[in-house]
């Protein structure tokens, strides 16, 4: 079992950046894929990227491609969120979650483990 804890949300002016980060607790955390996903109200969870248990995987959704950037440091139990070029309509609630052996999954239906999330404003 893993506990996920998100920071580093906030509010960033249209063009700038933030760094979202994941921490999980446990000794096996290295063992877990980890996805990203956000939420506006009164619209579903959508996926953001994911990156493999191993890190070597990572995968994007087409409308962060090139802007966003999944990292992981598994001796700080910690994955990372670079996001650059943010845009009024990445404004959400983001959430990381965690899969055992994960190559790198894109359904939320396919994680087991949820962070509470962190919310980013992007005021245009």
């Known amino acids: 079992q893993v506990q996920l804890v998100e920071s580093g949300g906030g509010l960033v002016q249209a063009g700038g950046s933030l760094r979202l980060s994941c ?3 446990g000794r096996t955390f290295s063992n877990y894929g980890i996805g990203w996903f956000r ?7 959508e996926f953001v990227a994911t990156i493999s248990w191993s890190g070597i995987r990572t995968s994007y959704a087409d409308s962060v491609k090139g802007r966003f950037t999944i990292s ?3 001796a ?6 670079q996001m650059d070029s943010l845009k009024p309509e990445d404004t959400a609630v983001y959430y990381c979650a965690a899969d055992r052996y994960s190559s790198g999954k894109e359904l939320e239906s396919e994680y087991a483990y949820w962070g509470q999330g962190t919310q980013v404003t ?3």
């Not at 939420?39 to 969870?45: A, D, M």
């Not at 700080?76 to 969120?81: E, H, I, P, S």
């Open 23 to 25: 921490a999980g607790s």
């Open 39 to 45: 939420q506006v109200p009164g619209k579903e969870r």
């Open 72 to 74: 992981r440091d598994n």
């Open 76 to 81: 700080k139990n910690t994955v990372y969120l």
């Open 122 to 124: 992007v005021s245009s």
